[in-house]
């Protein structure tokens, strides 16, 4: 797939939900210091919630692949397919607020 790169990162949800199905996030950016920014954020975000080894990284690039989903200005984040961040970099805090609630509405 031109323009995505894959990073397997994976432990349980904090709820427990799902515990059979990873949760896909998706990380739009080109490699830019604010994207790279959002992806530390988002591994420490991860890790600090214990769900770092349930969740599938995946790296957009390509930027028709962004705009298609609606991120034109990147960086931008998806969780479960939904875009949650478009054209900033949040801190862990508010990243961590995104992944419960992903989670939440992934295990009902």
């Given at each position: 797939?031109?323009?995505?790169?894959?990073?397997?990162?994976?432990?349980?949800?904090?709820?427990?939900?799902?515990?059979?199905?990873?949760?896909?996030?998706?990380?739009?950016?080109?490699?830019?210091?604010?994207?790279?920014?959002?992806?530390?954020?988002?591994?420490?975000?991860?890790?600090?919630?214990?769900?770092?080894?349930?969740?599938?990284?995946?790296?957009?690039?390509?930027?028709?692949?962004?705009?298609?989903?609606?991120?034109?200005?990147?960086?931008?984040?998806?969780?479960?397919?939904?875009?949650?961040?478009?054209?900033?970099?949040?801190?862990?805090?508010e990243l961590?607020?995104?992944?419960?609630?992903?989670?939440?509405?992934?295990?009902?």
């Open positions: 797939m031109g323009g995505e790169s894959q990073n397997s990162v994976r432990r349980s949800y904090a709820s427990g939900a799902r515990e059979d199905e990873p949760m896909i996030v998706e990380l739009f950016g080109s490699g830019c210091e604010e994207c790279q920014a959002l992806e530390d954020a988002l591994c420490r975000a991860l890790d600090e919630l214990g769900m770092s080894d349930d969740a599938v990284l995946y790296r957009i690039k390509d930027p028709a692949s962004m705009v298609g989903r609606g991120v034109w200005r990147a960086p931008g984040l998806a969780l479960d397919g939904k875009v949650v961040v478009r054209g900033r970099a949040p801190a862990a805090a961590k607020e995104l992944l419960v609630a992903a989670a939440e509405r992934a295990g009902g």
